[in-house]
């Protein structure tokens, strides 16, 4: 009996061992099919996601960070209006139309001749002269020694009302032995039209002073 009995019993087990090893079959993965075909199974990656953690990040910094201050605009500091200067009416020279010229002669000196040569405004209007005349001599219409060297004299300007008068004195060297002038040609300061007076005067070396007033 003993005998018979683990007869019977030997093909209880082998089934319980059958179906133990069918089971694990089915649970285990099938892991021979990939090694035959030669694909990998894939794998689940196991990095965190940081997408929306930077963009979070991102987001807090560009809201942290201030924009930048725009100063206020400062209006334009308002400058007092300068007031026009007062219009001054300048007299403009005289021309030579508008002068009576003269020449006078002067007492002399030793080894010196003296003339004046007077000009006078005949105008209806003021005007003004400034600096030195033009002199040359002449004898019967002929050119009488050297035109006049201006004298080293400060110039100031002469304004003249119609009917007043300037001045300019004419110094001759009249120690040489030339002829006397009949006549003098008279160039008004910073004029070129020419006026010929009478003068008589020895042709030697002239100075001409500036204008003054008379």
Do not use: W
């Amino acid at each position: 009996m003993m005998i018979s009995n683990r007869v019977f019993r030997r093909p209880g087990l082998a089934l319980v061992l059958g179906a133990t090893v069918m089971l694990s079959a089915a649970c285990s993965p099938a892991t021979s099919s990939d090694t035959q075909d030669g694909s990998a199974a894939p794998v689940a990656s196991t990095a965190p996601t940081t997408t929306a953690a930077a963009s979070g990040t991102g987001s807090a910094a560009a809201g942290s960070a201030s924009p930048a201050s725009t100063p206020a605009s400062t209006p334009p500091s308002s400058k007092p209006v300068s007031s026009a200067p007062a219009t001054v009416t300048s007299v403009g020279g005289c021309a030579t139309s508008a002068l009576t010229v003269a020449a006078l002669r002067g007492s002399g000196a030793a080894g010196h001749q003296y003339a004046f040569l007077q000009f006078t405004n005949s105008s209806g209007k003021p005007c003004s002269l400034t600096g030195f005349p033009g002199v040359q001599l002449l004898r019967a219409g002929a050119v009488l020694g050297r035109p006049a060297t201006r004298a080293n004299k400060p110039v100031a300007t002469v304004t003249l009302a119609p009917g007043r008068s300037a001045t300019a004195r004419l110094v001759d060297d009249s120690t040489c032995n030339a002829e006397n002038s009949d006549s003098v040609q008279i160039y008004p300061p910073n004029r070129t039209e020419k006026v010929v007076v009478r003068l008589s005067v020895r042709g030697c070396a002239l100075t001409i002073d500036p204008v003054i007033a008379s």
